[in-house]
């Protein structure tokens, strides 16, 4: 069976290479190729011996997961769903804007968290996905979109705000986050890199030590009894936790600030109390806030808040200095938008085990 490239970083890639008997360089020249160029075929890749581009042929492959549909939205959104095999498929999402292109990257088939108004929770989980098929969606769509007329890849920015919950993947998540970061290979920069959790503590404090990326946290209610109602992981790490793991975070962080991302739910957390609520529940946390317009999915029971609410709702936050955004909802006629994204997953029904482990 050949080996999978995409699944090593830098250090794996070189420690594969002194496997061979070749200079641990070559694993720098390799990514380069991989990642910089977009190429996956040795033979192309000229400064590399023919020998040696023989011997990866024979027993090395560069394979990103099987793209089965792509959607194209009427505001220029792209989603792909990709099979990753055994009747799971994840999706993809990439956000054209001027100045930037975001591609939003899953880390599981299905989560095992269950929030409430998410789509992929409703779906079950299945299992996480390995780093080919991590930093396979970022080379798939760079490679589906071409360069632009700089040269450039079009994607600058990328969200693991998919399908899973990154940290429940840590280990593959990092190691794909690290393929985004290295110099030789797309080179993005910390500040450009977001991981979004629902707050698993542990992994927070991990992730703070191992690859200290941007930081959004799933936060959506302003106290404990209804957090646990939205964010079913909050019973295990409480808001007092969640936030104190926030201010260890910043500690390391690329940013001066954590972003909170706040779905609004009509008569559920948008009311102008539940807004003084959250000024006095994050008043010791630098942060952003990012209110996000429910989008709905079928079986939700749920309703997006009205236009005035959210802006009463903004306005409270913005009184108190706290920098708020309501996020412009794209790609919602092709189910795309924050909270759709679904794909194909066979349950397998592991949310207990997953949440007792705390970090996967």
């Known amino acids: 069976m050949q080996q999978n490239l995409l699944?090593?970083?830098?250090?794996?890639?070189?420690?594969?290479?002194?496997?061979?008997?070749?200079?641990?360089?070559?694993?720098?020249?390799?990514?380069?190729?991989?990642?910089?160029?977009?190429?996956?075929?040795?033979?192309?890749?000229?400064?590399?011996?023919?020998?040696?581009?023989?011997?990866?042929?024979?027993?090395?492959?560069?394979?990103?997961p099987e793209i089965v549909r792509e959607e194209l939205s009427d505001d220029g959104t792209r989603k792909w769903l990709l099979n990753v095999g055994t009747g799971n498929a994840v999706e993809t999402v990439y956000i054209?804007?001027?100045?930037?292109?975001?591609?939003?990257?899953?880390?599981?088939?299905?989560?095992?968290?269950?929030?409430?108004?998410?789509?992929?929770?409703?779906?079950?989980?299945?299992?996480?996905?390995?780093?080919?098929?991590?930093?396979?969606?970022?080379?798939?769509?760079?490679?589906r979109l071409g360069k632009n007329a700089d040269g450039n890849w079009p994607i600058s920015n990328v969200v693991m705000m998919g399908m899973g919950?990154?940290?429940?993947?840590?280990?593959?998540?990092?190691?794909?986050?690290?393929?985004?970061?290295?110099?030789?290979?797309?080179?993005?920069?910390?500040r450009r890199v977001t991981v979004s959790t629902s707050g698993i503590v542990p992994a927070m404090d991990r992730l703070r030590e191992e690859c200290p990326v941007a930081l959004a946290v799933s936060l959506h209610a302003p106290n404990d009894k209804l957090r646990d109602q939205l964010v079913p992981i909050n019973q295990k790490y409480p808001l007092k936790e969640l936030l104190a793991a926030c201010q260890r975070y910043l500690e390391r962080a690329p940013r001066d600030f954590i972003t909170f991302e706040y779905v609004?739910?009509?008569?559920?957390?948008?009311?102008?109390?539940?807004a003084h609520e959250l000024v006095r529940l994050v008043c010791d946390v630098p942060c952003k806030f990012n209110l996000?317009?429910?989008?709905?999915?079928?079986?939700?029971?749920?309703?997006?808040?009205?236009?005035?609410?959210?802006?009463?709702?903004?306005?409270?936050?913005?009184?108190?200095?706290?920098?708020?955004?309501?996020?412009?909802?794209?790609?919602?006629?092709?189910?795309?938008?924050?909270?759709q994204l679904a794909g194909q997953v066979q349950d397998k029904t592991k949310r207990t085990l997953q949440r007792s482990m705390g970090v996967a």
């Open 264 to 274: 609004m739910l009509d008569g559920v957390n948008d009311t102008v109390q539940h």
């Open 96 to 143: 054209p804007e001027e100045t930037r292109g975001t591609l939003c990257v899953s880390s599981q088939a299905g989560c095992a968290l269950d929030c409430a108004f998410c789509s992929t929770g409703k779906q079950g989980f299945n299992r996480n996905l390995g780093v080919a098929e991590i930093i396979g969606q970022l080379w798939w769509a760079n490679h």
């Open 165 to 190: 919950e990154p940290l429940l993947n840590f280990d593959n998540t990092v190691s794909a986050l690290r393929l985004m970061l290295d110099d030789h290979a797309y080179g993005l920069s910390r």
């Open 292 to 339: 996000i317009p429910f989008n709905p999915f079928p079986q939700s029971h749920y309703r997006r808040s009205r236009p005035d609410a959210i802006q009463h709702f903004r306005d409270v936050l913005m009184s108190a200095d706290i920098v708020t955004t309501t996020r412009k909802t794209r790609g919602d006629d092709i189910a795309a938008a924050c909270g």
């Open 7 to 64: 699944d090593f970083d830098a250090h794996a890639l070189a420690a594969y290479f002194t496997e061979m008997g070749e200079k641990p360089f070559r694993a720098r020249q390799l990514m380069r190729w991989i990642y910089r160029e977009g190429e996956s075929d040795f033979a192309a890749m000229t400064d590399i011996a023919a020998a040696l581009r023989d011997k990866l042929a024979q027993g090395a492959c560069i394979a990103t």
